[in-house]
Every structure is written in C-alpha cells, then in structure tokens.
C-alpha cells in the first residue's frame, strides 16, 4: 500500500492508503480528526469542505496521492480556540441548530473571506451557495459571514 506524507493543520503525517482513498477518510479514520464530516460523498452537501492551500475543497472528492504538496487546513487548524472571526460570528448570531453542516460551512466562508473580505449579500449567497444545511438555517448563516467580514 502507498505512503503518503500529508500537511495538515501545520504538522506533517504519514499515512498509508490505497491511491482511490478520498482525503476525508484519511483525515476521519487515519487521523481522527473527525470536525471534517460525511454528508452526501458526491462533493454536493459542503459537510466535508477543507482548504487546500486555502482554497474551499470538497474533501470527499479528494483521492489521497493529490493532497501531497499542498496545505490542508480543517476546522480543527483554523483557529487555535475556536476564535477565528467565523467562529465567533456563529456563535454570535445563533447560528448552529443540529451543527452537523457547520464545519463545512465555517471552512466555505473563511476561505471566501480571505478572498473577498467586504462581500455584497448576493455575493456571499453566492459563495456559500453549495453548501446545504438541513437544518435551513441559512438567513443566520448569511448573517454570521456579514458579522464575520467586519471582523
């Protein structure tokens, strides 16, 4: 089985895996770093979404011989104690209700962010757009990024 040396949140893994193995396998059960989650394996629901040299990735998507020599970040390496201005918007405007979309969420809207950081509102509907939450919590996510870009 191939080895891979893998940068995620700052540190250097190395892990063996078959070459078809998406990366959020690797980062749920090689490494445990669980945050990152499984929604609909097909790269549509937005649960799985890392940044790959800062950019929003769809993780599920990912084979594993292409995460070599890039810059992973999960929301576990976004911020330090959870005070990334994302963050803290999410949890100044309410926005988690079953929670299970908003790692996936917080990682599209960082990496959106550091791109665009004075979005209009269609531009942030736009950027968030292919991330679902079953929940429809979606008026206060669209809030939470506003809050959050004028950190």
């Not at 059960?29 to 097909?42: A, E, N, P, S, W």
């Not at 995460?67 to 100044?92: C, F, M, R, Y």
């Not at 979309?101 to 979005?119: E, H, V, Y």
């Not at 942030?124 to 206060?140: D, V």
Request: charged fraction near 20%.
């Amino acid at each position: 089985m191939p080895t891979y040396q893998l940068k995620i949140n700052r540190k250097t893994y190395t892990v063996e895996a078959e070459l078809d193995t998406p990366l959020l396998w690797i980062l749920r059960d090689h490494l445990k770093l669980v945050g990152t989650k499984f929604g609909c394996g097909i790269g549509q629901c937005g649960a799985c979404t890392v940044h790959i040299n800062g950019t929003a990735t769809r993780s599920c998507l990912l084979e594993v011989p292409f995460a070599v020599n890039v810059e992973i970040t999960t929301i576990e390496g976004l911020s330090k104690d959870g005070d990334h201005p994302v963050q803290q918007a999410w949890k100044t405007m309410d926005v988690p209700q079953c929670g299970y979309c908003q790692a996936g969420q917080i990682m599209t809207a960082s990496a959106f962010l550091q791109r665009n950081p004075n979005p209009t509102d269609e531009e942030i509907r736009n950027a968030m757009h292919g991330n679902i939450c079953r929940c429809a919590a979606y008026n206060n996510i669209e809030e939470a990024v506003k809050l959050a870009s004028k950190q």
